[in-house]
T-cell receptor, first 115, second 111 residues
Framework: GAVVSQHPSRVICKSGTSVKIECRSLDFQATTMFWYRQFPKQSLMLMATSNEGSKATYEQGVEKDKFLINHASLTLSTLTVTSAHPEDSSFYIC???????????FGQGTRLTVV | GESVGLHLPTLSVQEGDNSIINCAYSNSASDYFIWYKQESGKGPQFIIDIRSNMDKRQGQRVTVLLNKTVKHLSLQIAATQPGDSAVYFCAENTGFQKLVFGTGTRLLVSP
């Protein structure tokens, strides 16, 4: 079964509104989680590293004021897309490393459509 | 900058054929690579991984080959099935499962 759960799986919002996406590790604690974005027919691009109890680390070119990340507990990280625009429409995917495991565990992804 | 790339965007094969998907990487210091399968609308699914101290690793119907001399890795799928149709990504672990993904190859398997 899934060890990382992402919610919602798809969301449609109006331009200018904000959308929150949740990423939960189900049976382990994750002090770090990663957020990726994937545009249609493209690869996954790392947006930011979410750190429990401290500020997220953003990749170059990713606006931290637009993509707010909160890692409030050891099992939950949230990504909020603020003032969403149509160009923010994408597939957002989180992953969480687990101690002792070599592979990263990915969420199911969230399809965001901004209209 | 550092990147992981693929040569073929689409690979079409017949059911039962063997498939080979290739990937080139640029960071010679990379020591861990992973292949993922992604079906439409879903997150990446782990297939197989390999460390840089190995040149070959086999799983069930899949084999990953690593050539550090030319910074190239490949994924071989034996007896490809329609259920193998998906996009395949190689990824480079840059530290604690922080991944850099390749551009992806779409595998189309015809019955």
């Amino acid at each position: 079964g899934a060890v990382v759960s992402q919610h919602p799986s798809r969301v449609i919002c109006k331009s200018g509104t904000s959308v929150k996406i949740e990423c939960r590790s189900l049976d382990f604690q994750a002090t770090t989680m990663f957020w990726y974005r994937q545009f249609p027919k493209q690869s996954l691009m790392l947006m930011a590293t979410s750190n429990e109890g401290s500020k997220a680390t953003y990749e170059q070119g990713v606006e931290k004021d637009k993509f707010l990340i909160n890692h409030a507990s050891l099992t939950l990280s949230t990504l909020t897309v603020t003032s969403a625009h149509p160009e923010d429409s994408s597939f957002y995917i989180c992953s969480a490393p687990r101690q002792g495991a070599t592979e990263a565990f990915f969420g199911q992804g969230t399809r965001l459509t901004v209209v | 900058g550092e990147s992981v790339g693929l040569h073929l965007p689409t690979l079409s094969v017949q059911e039962g054929d063997n498939s080979i998907i290739n990937c080139a990487y640029s960071n010679s210091a990379s020591d861990y690579f992973i292949w993922y399968k992604q079906e439409s609308g879903k997150g990446p699914q782990f297939i197989i991984d390999i460390r840089s101290n190995m040149d070959k690793r086999q799983g069930q119907r899949v084999t990953v080959l690593l050539n550090k001399t030319v910074k190239h890795l490949s994924l071989q799928i034996a007896a490809t099935q329609p259920g193998d149709s998906a996009v395949y990504f190689c990824a480079e672990n840059t530290g604690f499962q922080k991944l850099v993904f390749g551009t992806g190859t779409r595998l189309l398997v015809s019955p």
